[in-house]
């Protein structure tokens, strides 16, 4: 089906902004996310909570402070959830639930767990309660309250306790975005040039400290945010004092549906980006003894924070396994899929780890840079490797006045733009020669790039792609997004003055964009009097997947929307003729 990624999506306004789910993600560290029963000690914020009842069948939050407690309890009724139970208790050491009922034990106040926890009688009664196999997790803030966690992990250690997870946390406060365990110094280091690598230069030399500090196998002793992952007598796992032991068990058990071995494995967790859409990332690295395998990431794995993301993963993991089976490209350019599967209901890919930098790290940001050259030297092997004639390109318009209509409901376009979209339509629909619908990646900006040590680009995030895309839309957005980087690297931030510059304004890069879509053209057999409707529809294409991360008031200020209306507005101007020229 011609364009069945874009078309069976939902272009909603403002469901792409930042959500609840894209909190407490300390849960993807747990052993599962199936329980029965979850006992939180404190009170938690409320994103975290409704998160939170969505891992357990039934919720119990126990706090001392009445006051807390009847207002978050108030708050909460109002989102309907019906499966959290609010406790007001005079103290932790007596609590109103059987033995062994409780798969996990969540300490809430990240300031006042070592206190609760210095009571031998609170611990006495977190045994009790916890299943056998229940899990005890909580955080601890400020070098006070580290300096004394080891003697806290003994006294557990005494009660049949068994650390299963010791991990230092990004940002030092709020909601959590990285774990590493703390032991791992050859891990963090990797995360910090390859994961927690920023664009600014503050950040970056950030980064450069943060590495400098894991090679010297301090950064777990000075970071001041820690999380416990902690087992009632487990019959395997670390002592008190030991290393991570592994992996989740759920994310086991995944891989090992699709005959993937994983236990091995050591990981990293990443929980970047604060919309309900971002994806959890677990990096897996090789056994400790080994020290050239364990310094890079081996596999990669994405899981959602929500299950309405989940046709993304899937497609992902569709998308890469016809990429590999078609052999369109070299298999270095791309992930291998190892494997695929579900866990509360939440879809995860495994993927083979690709290595190298981050593609605006090593580009030259200039029209001769050859790491962009290459770049687009491979959209137009894609292109033409997977190059599949159809005898009219009618289905092709077709599939375009269905993502048309779609615009027309979201955006509001006037009258003399709508006739204009409408006649590029006609001119797909009317067009004689054979259309290519061709293999689409769907989003190569240049952040879904790397680049190899051998100045290869490497492409990721193959959650958009489409097997039976649209010719050139590939290229315009690369370039748009190449573009865009060369400018700002000049100077400039205004987004819509760039793509002016470089696109509707005579130039170096307006004429190399000519150049290389002319030999798109000739590698995927495209008849080039379809060169500007393409053109515009790429436009329109993004303006839609851009409507998410809208509001209904800000429709007008989205940046491609404006793309297509500034595109439309100049027309005839000679940059464009350039371009169009057939």
Same mark, same amino acid.
């Given at each position: 089906?011609?364009?069945?990624?874009?078309?069976?999506?939902?272009?909603?306004?403002?469901?792409?902004?930042?959500?609840?789910? $894209?909190?407490?993600?300390?849960?993807? #560290?747990?052993?599962?996310?199936?329980?029965?029963?979850?006992?939180?000690?404190?009170?938690?914020?409320?994103?975290?909570?409704?998160?939170?009842?969505?891992?357990?069948?039934?919720?119990?939050?126990?706090? /001392?402070?009445?006051?807390?407690?009847?207002?978050?309890?108030?708050?909460?009724?109002?989102?309907?959830?019906?499966?959290?139970?609010?406790?007001?208790?005079?103290?932790?050491?007596? #609590?109103?639930?059987?033995?062994?009922?409780?798969?996990?034990?969540?300490?809430?106040?990240?300031?006042?767990?070592?206190?609760?926890?210095?009571?031998?009688?609170?611990?006495?009664?977190?045994?009790?309660?916890?299943?056998?196999?229940?899990?005890?997790?909580?955080?601890?803030?400020? !070098?006070?309250?580290?300096?004394?966690?080891?003697?806290?992990?003994?006294?557990?250690?005494?009660?049949?306790?068994?650390?299963? =997870?010791?991990?230092?946390?990004?940002?030092?406060?709020?909601?959590?975005?990285?774990?590493?365990?703390?032991?791992?110094?050859?891990?963090?280091?990797?995360?910090?040039?390859?994961?927690?690598?920023?664009?600014?230069?503050?950040?970056?030399?950030?980064?450069?400290?943060?590495?400098?500090?894991?090679?010297?196998?301090?950064? =777990?002793?000075?970071?001041?945010?820690?999380?416990?992952?902690?087992?009632? /007598?487990?019959?395997?796992?670390?002592?008190?004092?030991?290393?991570?032991?592994?992996?989740?068990?759920?994310?086991? $058990? !995944?891989?090992?549906?699709?005959?993937?071995?994983?236990?091995?494995?050591?990981?990293?967790?990443?929980?970047?980006?604060?919309?309900?859409?971002?994806?959890?990332?677990?990096?897996?690295?090789?056994?400790?003894?080994?020290?050239?395998?364990?310094?890079?990431?081996?596999?990669?794995?994405?899981?959602?924070?929500?299950?309405?993301?989940?046709?993304?993963?899937?497609?992902?993991?569709?998308?890469?396994?016809?990429?590999?089976? =078609?052999?369109?490209?070299?298999?270095?350019?791309?992930?291998?899929?190892?494997?695929?599967?579900?866990?509360?209901g939440l879809a995860a890919i495994g993927m083979?780890?690709?290595?190298?930098?981050?593609?605006?790290?090593?580009?030259?940001?200039?029209?001769?840079?050859?790491? $962009?050259?290459?770049?687009?030297?491979?959209?137009?092997?894609?292109?033409?490797?997977?190059?599949?004639?159809?005898?009219?390109?009618?289905?092709? $318009?077709?599939?375009?006045?269905?993502?048309?209509?779609?615009?027309?409901?979201?955006?509001?376009?006037?009258?003399?733009?709508?006739?204009?979209?409408?006649?590029?339509?006609?001119?797909?629909?009317?067009?004689?020669?054979?259309?290519?619908?061709?293999?689409?990646?769907?989003?190569?900006?240049?952040?879904?790039?790397?680049?190899?040590?051998?100045?290869?680009?490497?492409?990721?995030?193959?959650?958009?792609?489409?097997?039976?895309?649209?010719?050139?839309?590939?290229?315009?957005?690369?370039?748009? *997004?190449?573009?865009?980087?060369?400018?700002?690297?000049?100077? /400039?931030?205004?987004?819509?003055?760039?793509?002016?510059?470089?696109?509707?304004?005579?130039?170096?890069?307006?004429?190399?964009?000519?150049?290389?879509?002319?030999?798109?053209?000739?590698?995927?057999?495209?008849?080039?009097?379809?060169?500007?409707?393409?053109?515009?529809?790429?436009?329109?294409?993004?303006? !839609?997947?851009?409507? *998410?991360?809208?509001?209904?008031?800000?429709?007008?200020?989205?940046?491609?929307?404006?793309?297509?209306?500034? /595109?439309?507005?100049?027309?005839?101007?000679p940059a464009l003729e350039a371009l169009f020229?057939?």
């Amino acid at each position: 089906m011609i364009l069945e990624t874009t078309l069976s999506s939902e272009f909603t306004p403002g469901t792409n902004l930042t959500g609840g789910v $894209a909190s407490a993600d300390w849960r993807y #560290l747990l052993p599962s996310q199936e329980l029965e029963h979850l006992l939180c000690l404190g009170i938690p914020s409320l994103r975290t909570l409704t998160v939170l009842s969505t891992i357990s069948r039934r919720v119990h939050v126990v706090s /001392s402070e009445r006051s807390r407690v009847e207002k978050i309890e108030k708050e909460f009724r109002n989102q309907g959830v019906p499966n959290v139970q609010f406790i007001c208790v005079e103290k932790f050491s007596t #609590l109103p639930f059987y033995p062994e009922s409780m798969d996990l034990v969540y300490l809430a106040d990240s300031r006042g767990n070592a206190r609760y926890l210095r009571q031998p009688e609170t611990r006495q009664e977190l045994n009790k309660l916890l299943k056998p196999q229940g899990v005890l997790y909580f955080e601890i803030q400020g !070098l006070g309250q580290r300096l004394g966690s080891r003697k806290i992990l003994k006294m557990l250690a005494g009660q049949g306790f068994n650390l299963q =997870g010791s991990f230092w946390l990004t940002p030092f406060g709020g909601d959590l975005r990285t774990a590493l365990p703390v032991e791992e110094r050859n891990i963090s280091s990797y995360f910090f040039s390859n994961v927690i690598y920023g664009q600014s230069f503050k950040k970056r030399a950030l980064s450069r400290f943060g590495k400098t500090l894991s090679d010297l196998g301090l950064i =777990g002793a000075l970071a001041p945010r820690h999380a416990l992952l902690l087992k009632r /007598s487990p019959e395997n796992g670390a002592s008190a004092n030991g290393f991570s032991a592994g992996l989740p068990e759920y994310i086991s $058990a !995944l891989a090992e549906k699709s005959g993937v071995d994983l236990r091995q494995y050591r990981f990293g967790l990443s929980a970047r980006g604060k919309f309900n859409a971002n994806k959890v990332i677990f990096f897996l690295f090789g056994k400790p003894e080994d020290s050239t395998v364990s310094r890079r990431a081996e596999v990669v794995i994405k899981m959602t924070r929500s299950a309405e993301f989940n046709r993304r993963l899937e497609n992902e993991h569709r998308i890469l396994s016809l990429l590999k089976s =078609g052999a369109y490209v070299d298999p270095a350019t791309y992930p291998e899929p190892l494997f695929f599967g579900y866990h509360n209901g939440l879809a995860a890919i495994g993927m083979r780890a690709v290595h190298g930098k981050p593609f605006r790290t090593r580009t030259l940001a200039t029209p001769q840079c050859p790491i $962009a050259r290459d770049a687009i030297e491979w959209i137009i092997r894609l292109g033409g490797a997977s190059a599949k004639p159809i005898p009219s390109a009618r289905p092709v $318009a077709e599939a375009l006045e269905k993502l048309l209509n779609m615009f027309r409901g979201i955006y509001p376009l006037r009258e003399e733009e709508d006739r204009f979209l409408a006649r590029q339509l006609e001119t797909v629909a009317g067009s004689e020669a054979p259309f290519p619908l061709v293999f689409q990646h769907g989003d190569p900006g240049t952040w879904n790039m790397m680049v190899s040590a051998e100045d290869k680009v490497i492409v990721i995030d193959w959650e958009a792609g489409e097997p039976e895309g649209i010719p050139l839309w590939d290229l315009f957005y690369f370039f748009r *997004t190449y573009a865009s980087w060369v400018s700002r690297q000049q100077g /400039s931030r205004d987004s819509l003055k760039n793509f002016s510059e470089n696109f509707l304004t005579v130039s170096t890069m307006s004429e190399m964009l000519a150049d290389i879509t002319q030999r798109y053209c000739a590698n995927v057999g495209l008849n080039r009097r379809l060169i500007k409707p393409l053109f515009y529809t790429c436009w329109l294409h993004r303006a !839609l997947k851009e409507a *998410t991360r809208l509001t209904e008031k800000t429709l007008e200020t989205g940046h491609y929307f404006n793309v297509l209306r500034m /595109s439309i507005t100049q027309q005839d101007n000679p940059a464009l003729e350039a371009l169009f020229r057939e």
